[in-house]
């Protein structure tokens, strides 16, 4: 089983940064693709970025695409998502996620998940 506790989030304004991490125990964090996802209110939970095990692959949506920033430090068995030029429209729970194989994009292919952390964006 594998444990993921995510922090960082919190109140910013538009235009701020936020960096948000997550660490991982119980597992071998190294063979995990790890993925962001939010969910806002009234709305489905969707992707956001991951990073593969291996090459370390990034993969972004659309929405956040050269704003965001996924990485991972395997010997600290943590992911960070580096958010910068945040928006209003940013305002969610977000989540990370592990997966040993499927889509990256796909959340129910993720085997674990954490218990979110709230970032909200004021205009």
């Known amino acids: 089983q594998v444990q993921l506790v995510e922090s960082g989030g919190g109140l910013v304004q538009a235009g701020d940064s936020l960096r948000l991490s997550c660490a991982a125990s119980?597992?071998?964090?190294?063979?995990?693709?790890m993925g962001w996802f939010r969910q806002a209110p009234g709305k489905e939970r969707e992707f956001v970025a991951a990073?593969?095990?291996?090459?370390?692959?990034?993969f972004y949506a659309d929405a956040v695409k050269g704003r965001f920033i996924i990485s991972r430090e395997n010997a600290k068995n943590t992911v960070y998502l580096q958010m910068n030029s945040l928006r209003p429209e940013d305002t969610a729970v977000y989540y990370c996620?592990?997966?040993?194989?499927?889509?990256?994009?796909?959340?129910?292919?993720?085997?674990?998940w954490g218990q979110g952390t709230q970032v909200t964006v004021s205009s």
């Open positions: 996620a592990a997966y040993l194989r499927g889509r990256w994009e796909v959340a129910q292919d993720y085997n674990y």
């Open positions: 990073i593969t095990y291996g090459s370390f692959t990034t």
């Open positions: 119980g597992g071998t964090f190294s063979r995990y693709t």
